[in-house]
């Protein structure tokens, strides 16, 4: 009698994991809605139990940033950071140049973001594995009328939008992400400035604004960029995306390309008020 | 019932300690994988057969919480839970200098499958100049858990009363004696 063959029998095995696999990735990829809605259950059933425990080992973890982890040196500087980030806002807050957006903007009846509904919201996680970097999860989510695409930001400025929300809790991603790109304008040149376009660059880079900033415009180190806000837009105007540190000319000298410190320190985010704007469709 | 219980006790348990704590311990901003850890950690104690199929489901179960498709850690992880037992069974037992380079090598095929399948997807920051840094990382973090995840595992196969059941290999050389 023929013997059965494991390593055949695996492989069989195997080959249906990867076709089930690649069954549910063209699925995701397509939106397939069955399947969107059992990912948002089961993480829902999930999520109650995973803050609690969250809870139970929040001061090993603790323990270990202090002792190991990156945090040990970045909490030397935490204070110091924090303390960046509120002069940062207080510059913004006390420049001419943004007494010269209200000014504007009350002019032209825009709505600001202090008149939008916001919830303010705790980081409750940070990414969950190697390659989300860019995601931190916070303790607001549906039921608080936290929607995807709205966008999140701190004392400093804009820090991300949400991408995911389920009932309880959603997940934020960071301006820093090289994918993000945000429509946004100098302060000092009021609505009719050039419009551009910011991008992440990375962990703990400065953002990049590229596209149609004209090479002529002069652009002040200092200077303040904002959200556009046009028609349409993600965002809401006026929100502070940053303060510029360069000005260059691209390679073709065709346009400028700047370089933005992002008003909100992302290295250290404890609470976030998420702004509870939809843009029109 | 039994069968499938331990195993799958032992994956929410591993899901739970990696949203709660591990992804917390990070070692120069790299956190473990326990989910992939499980995978190799049956491939090693129940064959191919088990790696593949906890790989599927311990995947499964982190991708419902990470922004990249759903099916692709299940993917990658079946991957290597496959491999390393396919290899273990070629090899010897579970000696734990079997058990951790088999895990090292097991973590850089489901990291590197993970990227490779990710990238060809067209999904956006796996493939950065931090690639390297985290495939080391991982590898040596997830290598140094292998061990008692795969004590879980030997836990997890057995049914009480009855003990560990037997795997595909152990069946085939018993059918050979007999």
Known sequence: ?281 | MTRVLRPAVVVLSLLLLQLSLFSELRVSGRAPDLLLVAALAAGLTGGPDRGALTGFVAGLAIDLFLPTPLGLSALAYSIAGWSVGQTENAIVGEHPWVVIPLSAAGSAIGVTAFVTVGELLGQPNLYTERFLGTLVVTTVYNAALAWPVARLFRWAWTTPGVGAQPRPRDRASRRVVN
């Open chain 1, 1 to 281: 009698m023929a013997l059965p063959n494991p390593t055949g029998r695996s492989r069989y095995t195997l080959l249906l994991l990867i076709l089930t696999s690649v069954t549910l990735l063209t699925l995701d990829f397509r939106d397939f809605g069955p399947l969107e809605s059992a990912r948002e259950g089961a993480v829902d059933v999930f999520n109650p139990v995973r803050s609690a425990a969250e809870t139970v080992f929040d001061p090993v973890a603790g323990a270990w940033n202090r002792t190991f982890g990156d945090d040990a040196t970045e909490r030397e500087n935490e204070e110091l950071r924090a303390e960046i980030e509120r002069l940062r806002g207080q510059l913004i807050a006390n420049t001419n140049a943004d007494r010269l957006l209200q000014d504007v903007l009350a002019e032209l009846d825009i709505e600001y973001v202090g008149n939008l509904d916001r919830v303010i919201a705790q980081v409750v996680s940070g990414p969950v594995g190697n390659f989300d970097d860019f995601d931190i999860e916070i303790d607001k989510g549906v039921n608080d009328g936290v929607l995807e695409g709205m966008p999140v930001v701190s004392n400093g400025g804009l820090i991300g939008r949400v991408v995911e929300s389920g009932r309880n809790r959603s997940r934020v991603r960071l301006v820093s992400d090289p994918a993000f790109t945000v429509g946004v304008r100098l302060l000092s040149q009021g609505e009719d400035g050039d419009l551009a376009l910011a991008r992440g660059s990375g962990l703990g880079k400065p953002l990049v604004v590229t596209e149609r900033i004209d090479p002529l415009t002069d652009v002040e180190v200092g200077e303040i960029v904002v959200t556009s806000g046009i028609d349409r837009s993600r965002y809401p105007g006026g929100i502070p995306i940053g303060i510029v540190t360069d000005a260059r000319l691209d390679e073709g000298a065709l346009e400028q390309v700047l370089t933005v410190e992002p008003a909100a320190d992302l290295a250290t985010i404890g609470f976030v008020s998420v702004i509870l704007f939809e843009p029109e469709e």
